[in-house]
T-cell receptor, first 112, second 112 residues
Framework: SQQGEEDPQALSIQEGENATMNCSYK?????LQWYRQNSGRGLVHLIL?????REKHSGRLRVTLDTSKKSSSLLITASRAADTASYFC????????????FGAGTTVTVRA | ETGVTQSPTHLIKTRGQQVTLRCSSQ?????VSWYQQALGQGPQFIFQ???????GRGNFPPRFSGLQFPNYSSELNVNALELDDSALYLC???????????FGPGTRLTVL
């Protein structure tokens, strides 16, 4: 079973618009990470937010974490065609700190 | 590019056969994890190796086994292949205790 669930499953936006996707999880975590995957290839690490942090920025990415609601959001600002990919949240659960648990992902399509 | 390499890129096997997938860790990383990603799903944790010992295992049967070598490279072996084993197999390397795992490009296994 998957720890995280992303919402929406798919998202289509125009170049230059912002893309927001959400992740919910079930158990207490050490941290939450977001990864990107292009066309069924390897995952690229985007950003990590620890359980004691509420917001983090990296370039055009903004991540929030609400541990009381067990949820996170990823915002990509000023999207580009190259942002077209699947995005996954992954949690590092407190009881299982040797593994990452992934959701099913959000597929983002950026139209030129 | 993460520095994690996997071979082969693609593989086709028939049901009942055995397969070995290989992973070379990023330089300096002493921990390797393997994940299975079925089409349209997020990666599922198979197991992790640290200093040549299995350090944790997900919900996969014993016919999934692994090895880690002194140079920290790793193998994933799957015996008695089943049709449902068709998936993208990802390995990820990290420093022991580190939060971020760095993924290879994956091996696409098709079982006919």
């Amino acid at each position: 079973s998957q720890q995280g669930e992303e919402d929406p499953q798919a998202l289509s936006i125009q170049e230059g618009e912002n893309a927001t996707m959400n992740c919910s999880y079930k158990t207490s975590i050490n941290n939450l990470q977001w990864y990107r995957q292009n066309s069924g290839r390897g995952l690229v690490h985007l950003i990590l937010i620890r359980s004691n942090e509420r917001e983090k920025h990296s370039g055009r990415l903004r991540v929030t974490l609400d541990t009381s609601k067990k949820s996170s959001s990823l915002l990509i600002t000023a999207s580009r065609a190259a942002d077209t990919a699947s995005y996954f949240c992954a949690t590092d659960a407190i009881d299982y700190d040797y593994k990452l648990s992934f959701g099913a992902g959000t597929t983002v399509t950026v139209r030129a | 590019e993460t520095g994690v390499t996997q071979s082969p890129t693609h593989l086709i096997k028939t049901r009942g056969q055995q397969v070995t997938l290989r992973c070379s860790s990023q330089s300096g990383h002493n921990t390797v994890s393997w994940y299975q990603q079925a089409l349209g799903q997020g990666p599922q944790f198979i197991f992790q190796y640290y200093r040549e010992e299995e350090n944790g295992r997900g919900n996969f049967p014993p016919r999934f086994s692994g090895l880690q070598f002194p140079n920290y490279s790793s193998e994933l072996n799957v015996n008695a292949l089943e049709l449902d084993d068709s998936a993208l197999y990802l390995c990820a390397s990290s420093f022991a205790g580190a939060d971020t795992q760095y993924f290879g490009p994956g091996t696409r296994l098709t079982v006919l």
